[in-house]
Nanobody
């Protein structure tokens, strides 16, 4: 079955960096478009970044130039490098395989605060 395990979150000061990881299993990773989403308290879950099997990437306007999505097909893992973090980036971050839209991992909490 499809499994997604996010990690790498934590508490960081404004301007700091974090790298999130999402380890996957249960599907053909190399063919799959993978995405990162986030959900802040009281807000709807929003798309942050996506990467296709051909390594085409897209980003939300709010994170362009600060976040980078990447993937390692051998490790079946997708990453999100987050730089220049802001308090408004505080959220639970989730990854998703776009062919399995009902399946979410447990998420990883990112808190940006001084």
């Amino acid at each position: 079955q499809v499994q997604l395990v996010e990690s790498g979150g934590g508490l960081v000061q404004p301007g700091g960096s974090l790298k999130l990881s999402c380890e996957t299993s249960g599907f053909v990773f190399v063919l799959e478009q993978m995405s990162w989403y986030r959900q802040a308290p009281g807000k709807v879950r929003e798309l942050v970044a996506s990467i296709t099997g051909r390594l085409r990437t897209t980003y939300a306007d709010s994170v362009k130039g600060r976040f980078t999505i990447s993937r390692d097909n051998d490790r079946k893992t997708v990453y999100l490098q987050m730089n220049s973090l802001r308090p408004e980036d505080t959220a639970v971050y989730y990854c998703r395989a776009e062919s399995y839209v009902q399946i979410w991992g447990q998420g990883t909490q990112v808190t940006v605060s001084s």
